[in-house]
């Protein structure tokens, strides 16, 4: 969702960067990369034990962050460039549509309301409900299981090296669009395709 839906990895930062501060840390823009794709959860617990922020109330720093997403996300909602035409063009076609995140389920339904995509879906599933997050498979194995398809009929789209993996890790074929403003991963050429933006790949499965 984040980063291949809508243009939210920025908001991430500057949530991050404020909840973060407030505990003593300034990350650069290199440390944010480190846990892109990862459930907040993860990311909290890592950035504790690598900072040292001691005795501290993970949860707590994350309703913190999430609830801040959820204004920001209000306020800046964006679908990236293809998005809208690559969900009605998979819809004409009858493809059945799910989504698999890494973000709560309170960002899922914030997310398609804002950008009025939530007609386009058939499932919705947020790795928060699941053991393992990103790149475990077992949110997209989930999604796969909901939609009623084996997961080697499934295409992924991804642009996160630990969504890369999950997608892979799960059989299914894996599309990766970057964020741009990422540093880019060279594993992230494990995917099975790789596109430059939704707009590029819709135009590729549109006239194909």
Aim: with cysteine; proline share 2%; glycine share 4%.
């Amino acid at each position: 969702m984040d980063g291949v839906l809508i243009d939210s990895e920025p908001l991430w930062k500057i949530s991050m960067e404020e909840v973060f501060a407030s505990l003593g840390s300034k990350l650069l823009k290199k440390d944010f990369e480190k846990t892109v794709g990862l459930r907040i959860d993860e990311v909290i617990h890592f950035w504790n034990k690598h900072e040292n922020w001691g005795v501290v109330d993970e949860n707590q720093i994350a309703e913190k962050i999430i609830s801040k997403m959820e204004i920001l996300i209000s306020q800046n909602a964006n679908a990236l460039d293809g998005v809208c035409e690559t969900l009605d063009f998979l819809k004409q076609q009858k493809v059945k549509i799910g989504l698999a995140t890494s973000s709560s389920s309170r960002l899922i339904d914030i997310v398609l309301r804002e950008l009025k995509i939530q007609h386009y879906f058939h499932v919705a599933c947020s790795a928060e409900t699941e053991n393992y997050g990103k790149p475990h498979p077992a949110v997209y194995l989930k999604v796969a299981e909901k939609l009623e398809v084996n997961p080697s009929k499934c295409l992924v789209i991804e642009d996160s090296y630990n969504g890369v993996i999950a997608g892979l890790a799960a059989r299914m074929k894996v599309v990766c669009i970057p964020e741009k403003t990422h540093i880019i991963n060279s594993k992230l050429k494990l995917a099975d395709f790789s596109f430059d933006s939704m707009s590029d790949f819709y135009l590729e499965i549109k006239n194909n």
